[in-house]
């Protein structure tokens, strides 16, 4: 579903007041699973750095603000992962045509949160790893599930938990997540698209669809669930 600036600005009225009739976090769209941690970690790349990954699973916004409340994560950035560079805009992209998909870089310290932790977060209340080219009322290509591994034990990590879930029947259907390429490019996306559902809390979107993945964040993962996101903004300013 294309989301153009303007609409995105200026939603209507009766919706905005229909959205502020409830907290942001009570919505529920998608429901959380609750699954298990991967049998085994992939070990950190850099003993003294930070590391990336690259997820895919729906509009960016709810992804990126999950992440964004998660401990030891440093920056997460709505962006374009899958295509080229050229067509790396929101307007192309959304044609689905691109071979983009809407993605979230997220930069975390592995001394706090394992890359495991993250992806077991990406499968339990990030997206709904069973739907094929679609996230709840967005439909496309670009809203496929996808991991864009950034090394070799990325890859594997990711392919063995894929494995262990489908195993134990975790969903009722079978995981369709993709594993790209390896190290695929990744383009940041639009300004205005950056911490949009932080600065957009009652945006009808926003309370509907990805304000209760974070809710679920924060009653399944309270472990690794930090109240102040980490904006975007910020990280950009070194804050």
């Given at each position: 579903m294309l989301k153009s600036p303007a609409l995105l600005l200026a939603a209507p009225a009766l919706l905005i007041a229909f959205?502020?009739?409830a907290a942001p976090f009570r919505a529920s769209a998608e429901t959380a699973v609750v699954v298990p941690p991967?049998?085994?970690?992939?070990?950190?790349?850099?003993?003294?750095?930070l590391e990336t990954a690259v997820i895919a699973g729906g509009c960016f916004w709810g992804i990126q603000a999950v992440y964004q409340h998660v401990k030891g994560v440093t920056n997460a950035v709505s962006g374009y992962a899958g295509g080229t560079q050229k067509d790396a805009d929101y307007e192309t992209v959304s044609s689905g045509?691109?071979?983009?998909?809407?993605?979230?870089?997220v930069t975390f310290d592995?001394?706090?949160?394992?890359?495991?932790?993250?992806?077991q977060i990406y499968f339990s209340v990030a997206h709904n790893p069973t739907q094929l080219n679609y996230q709840g009322p967005d439909h496309g290509p670009q809203?496929?599930?996808?991991?864009?591994?950034?090394?070799e034990a990325q890859a594997a990590a990711a392919k063995a938990y894929i494995a262990e879930l489908d195993k134990a029947?975790?969903?009722k259907a079978p995981i369709v997540t993709k594993i790209g390429a390896m190290?695929?490019?990744?383009?940041?996306?639009?300004?205005?698209h950056q911490d949009y559902a932080v600065r957009n809390p009652y945006q009808p979107y926003i309370a509907f669809n990805d304000a209760p993945k974070v809710a679920n964040l924060k009653k399944l993962?309270?472990?690794?669930?930090?109240?102040?996101p980490v904006l975007v903004a910020e990280a950009a300013k070194g804050e």
């Open positions: 959205a502020l009739s991967p049998a085994a970690e992939a070990p950190a790349q850099s003993a003294q750095g045509r691109t071979g983009h998909a809407e993605s979230v870089q592995p001394k706090q949160v394992s890359y495991g932790k993250i992806l809203y496929r599930s996808e991991i864009f591994p950034q090394n029947h975790v969903f190290k695929t490019a990744f383009f940041p996306a639009e300004g205005y993962f309270p472990d690794v669930w930090r109240d102040k």
